[in-house]
């Protein structure tokens, strides 16, 4: 006799299957498995069926169903009855995985190929990471994530980003990267053993090895935070070796001589006694910095990541004050102002962020305030840096710091009496749906923050798990994060992470999205008519906060409140809302949430009264905050853009300016290209060739290209929303 | 006089971040003009003491760094009536800041009149000309075409003849 199965294949008939099967229902039985009922009921099928030539499986198997309701094990047919419903609804699953694997090789699968807009999901190396990111996505929803999270992941109540990597495989999200720790201590990278940097060329063509290392083995971004600082070092060195260079060849002094002397930026003395050795040295040192910086930004700029990406990389600097320090931060900024390639594009990384601070930079007459010039140039014309505040980011994190990646900020922690940032990171996210909750809520409060609680306790359960999926993790699995110094450390393969977890060492952050649409469900009336309703939009961010800290009372853990910048996720809450409570006026209507507490980004306000606005939301949510702007050019008045950046120093920790910067290959027009049905087109020549266009655009942290490469639908209509605040 | 439009924190109109007043009325008719709605004299709404006190007052708004005040319109020479009062009174109560001008006339055209020089003499800058489509230039500061000019005012009536600002 011969099976017919479910794929088509026919198979020759084998007793031995349907005793398996029925054992496996009896042995998730209280009674456990009965071997002579298994026999008996097998037998019976098989005298039943024995005389048909071909049978299919189904029928097999309601055969097996009814002999097992006929015996003495009820018990079984029920559980025989459930496997089979498990099974069946497998496949289907399977199905819809097959479905999501296809789209990916046919390139339809929309959802998969553009959540990230810094992912090209056509190349052969995005779609392996896009592939595996199916399967671990559907392997820890199935047996992974707890079920009442899954649920409301799905439904869209919440959102545990990252499912593509994170918790399939142990990794958290985004981090400050110990950079100075890896340069002066030394570190493996692959074969090699690395020592520590003699001249500023080397030091970047390492920082670009350990940020690709780093890259590959999280999944946010990650941030050199002072950069200038932590490089000056290698700086001096160059300049040292240069310095010895002159006094060899033009000074005629030895080996030996040269070895005992002082060589310094400041040693007054001895340029008095070789001045010519001291121009020559220092212009060298300029050049050679200036060229090491482009190499670093060429090189981050090609990489691709494990993940299939451009290292979401992120350069802090602007503190320092030594000649070397101010080397980095000139050189830094004259790369971006030159941009990539003969035709001087602007490069979407390294993410610049540049520290104002009243006695460095801030005023005229402050040391540095001619890099604060520079700085300003570069960001009319490349949109980067953007500004923290020094005061303010100390003051409302509680020590200072630059973000990991594009905003998630680190609170203070100290190790030996001493505060740490670098070597810290988060450990993921998880992002509630507010709009949902005050929608269901139907304009009453208390019924929201009933709701509201329910929701909290489930994504508390996630983030739970996120840190539980971490524990008792091995360093050996990302040796460069925890052998090598990149997270801090120094363990060994076989020792666990747990330490680095603990205390708030790392954080864990609770995500909201849309404080614009609640509070326009709730209430009725848009949040920026009236102060009132200003108070209830801090009043929710504020209560968030409260339940963070409260938790992080409670398991020691560095729970924190993080403003979820929200790229597929604008759209993804608002479409499953749309889908369920219908098109709703200003909520759902729009395609797309508004990102945490931010300003309806259609709202026409000037740029000083959305800073107004916005500045007390960071206060609570200090775990991820930024404020944007959106002005026209001001390439040709960085004047205007020192206002702004003056006014936004004394009230928010960290602004950004999105301006446009896009740039016409054919005629060298600077400005705004006007989005058109058929692409971008330039207003001064009508260029509309992608090729010969640079657009640039700011997504969500970070900027993209959607000239190159669309936005998801949500995201696009939010870029066409936006209005000017100028 | 009309105004047209007024705009608080121009960025586009002048160096720094500017309050710009668009005034209503003018007869050049250039080509290609970016407000043509503004050649009725009559267009926008009336000037008012209360609306010049406002432009005083938002000159002088705290903690905000205004560079100060451009005319544009329309065409500024031809409401010198109505704005040489505003003028004098931002030169008095507003010493820190500068003003803008747009005009269609000519640097040369604006001192052979007597009461369009007393309004210029009230400057700091001036873009001067009429718009000329076919010299249209989006990559020129100030400007829209080629053959206008960005003037050093005072430099200007010092030398009486044309300086252009440096650096524009």
């Known amino acids: 006799m011969i099976v017919l199965k479910r794929d088509g294949s026919e198979v020759p008939f084998d007793q031995q299957k349907i005793i398996d099967a029925i054992c496996a229902a009896m042995n998730s039985t209280e009674k456990k498995i009965d071997m002579d009922v298994a026999q008996k009921v097998a037998d019976k099928v098989t005298t039943k069926i024995s005389r048909l030539e071909k049978i299919d499986i189904e029928h097999i198997q309601d055969e097996v169903q009814s002999a097992l309701m006929n015996s003495r094990r009820k018990d079984a047919a029920e559980a025989y009855i459930g496997y089979r419903e498990i099974r069946t609804l497998k496949r289907r699953e399977r199905s819809s995985l097959d479905k999501k694997v296809l789209g990916l090789l046919d390139l339809t699968n929309e959802e998969v190929l553009k959540e990230n807009s810094n992912k090209d999901g056509a190349t052969i190396p995005t779609q392996r990471d896009l592939l595996a990111g199916i399967m671990a996505k559907d392997f820890a929803q199935t047996y992974m994530i707890p079920k009442r999270v899954v649920e409301s992941h799905n439904n869209g109540s919440l959102h545990f980003h990252d499912q593509d990597y994170s918790p399939y495989f142990p990794i958290y999200n985004c981090m400050l990267i110990d950079l100075k720790g890896m340069l002066e201590n030394g570190f493996k990278l692959g074969n090699a053993q690395i020592e520590t940097p003699r001249s500023i060329t080397t030091a970047t063509a390492i920082t670009a090895q350990i940020i690709a290392q780093v890259a590959s083995h999280i999944y946010g971004g990650n941030t050199i935070n002072e950069i200038d600082k932590i490089l000056a070092p290698y700086v001096a060195k160059s300049f040292a070796k240069h310095y010895a260079n002159g006094l060899k060849w033009l000074y005629s002094l030895d080996q030996e001589t040269i070895a005992q002397l002082d060589i310094a930026y400041d040693n007054q003395g001895l340029h008095e006694r070789f001045p010519k050795c001291f121009d020559y040295a220092k212009e060298l040192a300029e050049k050679e910095t200036f060229d090491a910086f482009q190499s670093l930004e060429y090189e981050i700029n090609t990489l691709v990541s494990a993940n299939g990406q451009t290292p979401f990389s992120t350069f802090g600097f602007g503190r320092g004050l030594s000649w070397e320090e101010r080397q980095i931060q000139i050189a830094i900024l004259r790369n971006r102002i030159r941009g990539l390639g003969k035709d001087g594009k602007t490069p979407v990384f390294p993410k610049l962020i540049f520290g104002l601070e009243e006695g460095v930079n801030l005023h005229p007459g402050d040391p540095n305030y001619d890099i604060k010039q520079l700085a300003l140039k570069c960001s009319t014309l490349r949109m980067y840096p953007d500004i923290i505040s020094v005061p303010k980011v100390t003051s409302i994190t509680g020590s200072f710091k630059f973000p990991m990646g594009c905003r998630s900020f680190l609170g203070v922690y100290e190790e030996n009496g001493q505060e740490l940032h670098d070597g810290r990171f988060n450990m993921g996210v998880v992002t509630a749906n507010l709009p949902r909750l005050a929608i269901q809520a139907k304009g009453s409060e208390a019924e929201f923050y009933r709701l509201l609680d329910e929701l909290l306790d489930v994504c508390k359960e996630g983030l739970m798990y996120r840190i539980e999926r971490l524990r008792g993790v091995k360093a050996k699995v990302a040796p460069i994060l925890y052998m090598e110094g990149a997270a801090g450390s120094r363990l060994q393969p076989e020792d666990t992470i747990d330490h680095l977890l603990m205390n708030g060492r790392a954080s864990i952050s609770l995500g909201y999205i849309g404080i614009h649409e609640t509070v326009l469900s709730l209430y009725g009336q848009h949040i920026y008519d009236d102060t009132k309703l200003w108070q209830k939009g801090l009043d929710i961010v504020r209560y968030l906060s409260e339940q963070t800290a409260r938790w992080k009372d409670e398991t020691g853990y560095g729970f924190s409140l993080y403003s979820t910048p929200a790229e597929s996720l604008c759209y993804r809450f608002c479409k499953l809302d749309e889908e369920r409570f219908g098109v709703l006026d200003g909520i759902t209507d729009k395609g797309y949430y508004t990102n945490s507490f931010h300003l309806d980004v259609a709202k026409k306000v000037t740029p000083f009264e959305k800073i107004e606005f916005e500045k007390e939301y960071p206060v609570h949510a200090n775990g991820g905050f930024i404020t944007y702007c959106e002005f026209d050019s001001l390439v040709q008045n960085p004047e205007a853009l020192e206002a702004v950046w003056d006014y936004a120093y004394e009230r928010v920790p960290y602004f950004g300016t999105n301006t446009p910067t896009d740039k016409c290959l054919e005629c060298g027009y600077e400005g705004e290209f006007e989005a058109t049905s058929s692409g971008f087109e330039c207003p001064n020549c009508g260029n509309r060739n992608p090729k010969t266009s640079s657009v640039i655009r700011r997504c969500c942290g970070y900027l993209s290209e959607p000239s190159q490469r669309p936005f998801n639908e949500g995201k696009q209509r939010e870029v066409l929303a936006r209005v000017k605040h100028m | ?168």
């Open chain 2, 1 to 168: 006089m009309y105004i047209a439009d007024y705009k608080k924190f121009d960025v586009l109109n002048g160096r720094g971040l500017r309050n710009s007043l668009f005034v209503s009325g003018c007869t050049h008719h250039c080509k290609g003009c970016f407000n043509a709605a503004s050649w009725n004299f009559n267009y926008g709404f009336a000037y008012t003491p209360e609306f010049e006190q406002q432009v005083i007052d938002d000159l002088q708004v705290p903690d905000i760094r205004v560079s100060g005040l451009s005319l544009l319109g329309g065409e500024p020479f031809q409401n010198v009536d109505g704005l040489l009062g505003l003028v004098k009174r931002v030169r008095k109560e507003c010493p820190d800041k500068n003003i803008w001008a747009w005009s269609g006339y000519t640097f040369e055209e604006l001192i052979a009149d007597s009461a369009r020089l007393e309004l210029l003499t009230h400057c700091d800058v001036l873009i001067d000309g009429k718009f000329v489509l076919e010299q249209r230039n989006l990559k020129l500061k100030w400007r829209g075409s080629e053959n206008q000019r960005v003037l050093d005012v005072q430099e200007s009536l010092r030398q009486q003849a044309a300086v252009r600002l440096y650096p524009e």
